[in-house]
């Protein structure tokens, strides 16, 4: 069964920074573009980043020269740094197989708040 396991979540304030990690439980993780997504109060989730099985990323215009998404194949982990946050970042972020019509079930998340 698959599992996305997302953690280093919480409360900064603006323009602190936090280290998002996805450990997941996928077969054959290191062949998967994995994507960071996030879901604000009302609104739709968006992916926000990705990055290829041979490390090619890419990012949402709102977190560019921001946010750098990595991975590390040996533990099937996939890291979120995001920099000079933003009140507008404050959501939950998960982690999935990019694009979204490749995602797997969905993980619980993990809850970013940007505020003073």
């Known amino acids: 069964q698959v599992q996305l396991v997302e953690s280093g979540g919480g409360l900064v304030q603006p323009g602190g920074s936090l280290r998002l990690s996805c450990a997941a439980s996928?077969?054959?993780?290191?062949?998967?573009?994995m994507g960071w997504y996030r879901q604000a109060p009302g609104k739709q989730r968006e992916l926000v980043a990705s990055i290829t099985s041979g490390g090619t990323t890419n990012y949402a215009d709102s977190v560019k020269g921001r946010f750098t998404i990595s991975r590390d194949n040996a533990k099937n982990t996939v890291y979120l740094q995001m920099n000079s946050l933003k009140p507008e970042d404050t959501a939950v972020y998960y982690c999935n197989r990019a694009p979204t019509a490749v995602a797997r079930p969905w993980g619980q998340g993990t809850q970013v708040i940007v505020s003073t």
């Open positions: 996928l077969r054959t993780f290191s062949i998967y573009t």
